[in-house]
């Protein structure tokens, strides 16, 4: 572990770590208060005009300072506390917030860095009409990777484009042809620089404060309707199932690809006649599909799944059965490290991840557990999910209706399930510092972090990882460590989530530093930082 002395403690602090605090000598002899300076992170230009806020539980309400043209903030006066600051200026990424401490008599400097916002300008050719073209920031959810929308332009009467205010990160960019009104179908999309399938298509990484260049040509690709009905088996008086509120999803089935979310998920049915189940939609790319039906109002729904294969012509009299979902009970047994039973925390929830796209049609399931440990999640829809419980806790043992399960997956059919759970928590720690900070010190800002990795067979797991980040001095710590096999990495900038996606990490294996964490005992460790270059 690296260690400083007292002299070099009037380090800055980097707005993401805990306070470094001075004494105020030689500043005026005022109570408690604040001070640093912002400066661009790629160039260490000061930055005057920023909008800093400060809250605490010590404040009437948020403190607004602004930061002066040699990038300097300074605030006294503050009561000894815990306070939170956020810093924003335009044209510049938010950093994330921050938590320090102000203690009686001394002042908290504080160094903000902000990196500049990035744009993607281009050309569309081929478009029918104007169109408009949208940026999907490329982030993870539960170890998948997701294509969200985060800006918008339009195509002016040239083919020419401009997306700007861009955080630095991966990007796909796809050109939409018009709508004919806003209840439309997504229309089919054609993404850079001119493929129908995101799988296949180029992303762009943007880097801080750059203009990237993606010109799209449109692919005018054939589409076909899909069309059949919907079997209720229940009897109208139970209600369920019944009316004319439905929904229809098409899922592509590409278990490793890029999950796209678009602002409309949903098919519309567009049959002339929809009675007795009847449906159509229209406007389908030729792929595989999951198709999942859901008829009727919540707490009284109907939930149907096929698999289509969409070839070039349209395809017909499909038939979805639809049942009711099942409820889900289960017990969870929480004990300690040396399997010492312990009482269940009041925050501990049970959350079921869908696979395999469901992901897509129902937001995750959780609920709190009980404290006799026992849960229940009714009206489930049938499908392969993972189970997850939040806090620091590893599924020790999981087992579905009295059968042992290998994993966190489980499968959901029309019967109702069974489960008990046995997870362990734990209060080992880890500890490090990155290596030759004096030379890698002026790349770590609020986006840098250190991720602990499971190795297999417990990857899955995913309440195994940790991630921290990384204070003034270049050090690290993981709490709540479950006792085992890990990799350690340190990032200079990834996102959120992405050591949990098998395809990235697979290019890094190599570069993790393997740590065994004990039943007792803080391991304490040193890594070499992964540059920005290699995850961007």
């Known amino acids: 572990m690296r260690t400083v002395s007292l002299a070099l403690v009037t380090s800055i602090l980097i707005l993401w770590a805990a306070a470094v605090v001075l004494p105020s000598q030689g500043?005026?002899?005022?109570?408690?208060g604040v001070q640093g300076r912002v400066t661009v992170s790629e160039s260490a230009q000061v930055l005057p005009g920023v909008a800093i806020t400060l809250r605490g539980s010590t404040l009437d309400g948020p403190k607004i300072l602004q930061s002066d043209d040699a990038g300097r903030f300074e605030v006294f006066g503050l009561a000894p506390g815990l306070y939170t600051i956020e810093a924003h200026h335009n044209g510049f990424t938010r950093p994330p917030t921050s938590l320090f401490s102000v203690i009686a008599g001394q002042i908290t400097t504080l160094q903000v860095k902000l990196r500049q916002q990035g744009a993607v300008s281009g050309q569309v050719t081929r478009m029918p009409g104007q169109g408009a073209v949208q940026a999907l920031r490329v982030s993870y959810r539960e170890g998948t990777k997701v294509a969200i929308t985060v800006a918008a332009a339009s195509i002016d009467d040239m083919g020419r484009y401009r997306l700007f205010g861009l955080d630095p990160g991966e990007y796909y960019v796809v050109a939409l042809p018009p709508s004919t009104t806003p209840f439309d179908k997504p229309p089919n999309p054609t993404y850079f620089p001119s493929e129908t399938d995101i799988s296949n298509a180029i992303s762009i990484r943007l880097r801080p404060g750059a203009e990237a260049r993606a010109d799209i040509v449109v692919q005018s690709t054939a589409t076909v309707s899909v069309s059949g009905r919907t079997i209720n088996p229940l009897p109208p008086e139970t209600g369920r199932g019944r009316g004319?509120?439905?929904?229809?999803?098409?899922?592509?089935?590409?278990?490793?690809?890029v999950v796209v979310e678009m602002p409309l998920r949903w098919t519309p049915n567009v049959a002339s006649d929809i009675t007795n189940g009847k449906f159509e939609l229209s406007g389908v790319l030729p792929g595989r599909y999951d198709l999942y039906a859901r008829k009727g109002t919540p707490g009284a729904q109907l939930f149907g799944h096929i698999e289509v294969d969409v070839q070039d012509r349209p395809l017909k009299d499909l038939v979805i059965p639809l049942a009711p979902g099942p409820r889900i009970e289960g017990r969870v047994s929480y004990q300690d490290q040396n399997g010492k039973g312990l009482p269940i925390p009041a925050s501990l929830q049970v959350r079921l991840l869908g696979q395999q796209g469901l992901d897509l049609v129902i937001s995750s399931l959780a609920v709190t557990v009980r404290s006799d440990g026992r849960f229940e999640i009714p009206d489930v829809v049938a499908g392969r999910y993972k189970l997850v419980l939040t806090g620091p806790v590893d599924i020790t043992s999981l087992r579905q209706d009295g059968v042992s399960l290998v994993g966190t997956s489980?499968?959901?059919?029309?019967?109702?399930?069974?489960?008990?759970?046995?997870?362990?928590?734990?209060?080992?720690?880890?500890?490090g510092s990155l290596r030759n900070w004096e030379q890698v010190s002026q790349n770590v800002d609020a986006f840098s972090r250190v991720s602990l990795v499971p190795e297999p067979p417990r990857r899955e797991d995913l309440s195994l990882y940790r991630a921290s980040r990384i204070d003034p001095v270049g050090n690290f710590t993981f709490s709540s460590v479950i006792p085992g096999e890990y990799r350690l990495f340190a990032w200079e900038d990834l996102a959120p989530g992405a050591e949990q996606n098998k395809k990235f990490m697979s290019r890094f294996e190599g570069r993790g530093f393997r740590v065994t964490v004990p039943s007792s005992g803080t391991p304490e460790v040193q890594v070499d930082m992964i540059p920005s270059e290699e995850t961007q």
């Open 27 to 32: 500043i005026q002899q005022r109570s408690a």
């Open 244 to 257: 004319y509120f439905e929904t229809y999803y098409l899922v592509p089935q590409r278990r490793d690809a």
């Open 410 to 431: 489980i499968v959901v059919g029309t019967r109702p399930v069974s489960l008990e759970a046995t997870v362990m928590t734990s209060d080992q720690q880890v500890r």
